[in-house]
């Protein structure tokens, strides 16, 4: 039974008349809450009890402050004693949990105010709380992403919606089943749900490292590298100069080249590339590890079709050019035979195109051009149908015409 509230100091009054609400609300719709009802639950009239709040609206300012304090203040501190941030993340959905379960009516109050017109301040105060929480989340994952822990193609504001629309939804079915004693239960089962759902998933070229790359040491691998390498050399030249292989994979692009550094999401793949003399780091396309203007090019062979979002990543690169520094992509184009052959290969589950997106020269230059880049030059690489082996190849300037490998040469714009 509530305290009586006759003869307690003001601020004693008044959080015990925010905690009264709360009791009420625990058993019934909290819109039919009077405030003679809470008057006569601490045992006062209503005249003293608008001493402290002369009308009804400030005492729910009153109950959604302390409500929305105490909440947030908890999960700050079950995320600051975390070791992870899956580990945060997973403290911070218990301890919500435990507080719901601890004051019942604080979601029926919360979700009332929502529905309350978006002037009120109450609902103001509910708004303010979930702009923070949210914040707080978005920096968690961003956080996980960072450490390779959360799949960089998660984006961190719709993870941090879902995380509390699933709290959210099991509240609501403790609610209708009239049993706050299942949340806490249920509550390590649900975030397991959502741990795989923002858990990074080992891609293929992680899981088939050694795989993928022993393959270049097969006769068709072996061809259609030089091939491919020669295409590229007529475009990279890396003498007295530093570039950056994007999507470096195991490094044998890079070595031929005299590149020096490398990136790639894959750490199975940095081993590899790192053995091969290659100063390689573990990062996406999307967020390259390197200051602004630290190289005079960039290259991407083979890599642009796994990007999770080649926008982003073709940012990424503009950005880490030196002025006029030189970016250059060497693809399979989708309108060639290989470019078709690959997409069928991934439409039937190969373990490396299953997740590619092929592009043809028009789609990429525009994508490029987009980033800030100018367009320099294209050369094809003319290679053997897919179901023959390398033969004989040939070079030659571009003339409008995808065919097999294909190379791209930009610019960063001076702006």
Known sequence: MTKRGKSLPAAERRALSVQTVLQLA?????????????????????????????TKNMLWQAVMQWTTSELLTAVQQAASAASSPFDALERIYKTHVAFVAEYPGVPRVLFAELQNPEGSEARKIVSDMLARYVALLKDIIAEGEKRGQIDSCVDARSAATMFIGTLQGQVIQ????????????????????????????????????????????TAAGAELFQLELNCLKKTVETKNTSWLEVGVGSGRFAVALGIGTGADPAPSMVKIASSRGIETVTAPAEALPFYDASFDGVLMVCSICFLQDPKIALSECHRVLQKEGRLVIGFIPADSRWGQYHARRGREGHRFYAGAQFYTSKELRHLAERAGFAFDAGYDCILPPPDAQPGNESIRQEAGMDNGFKVLSFYKKII
């Open 26 to 54: 625990a058993g019934q719709n909290p819109s039919d809450i009077t405030t003679e009802a809470v008057a006569a639950k601490m045992g006062l009239t209503q005249a003293a009890l608008f001493r402290h709040f002369p």
């Open 174 to 217: 403790a609610m209708i089943a009239g049993d706050g004693a299942m949340l806490p239960e249920h509550a390590a089962r649900q975030f397991k749900l959502l741990r795989r759902a923002l858990e990074r998933q080992k891609s293929p070229f992680e899981t088939y490292a050694v795989d993928y790359d022993n393959w270049f040491e």
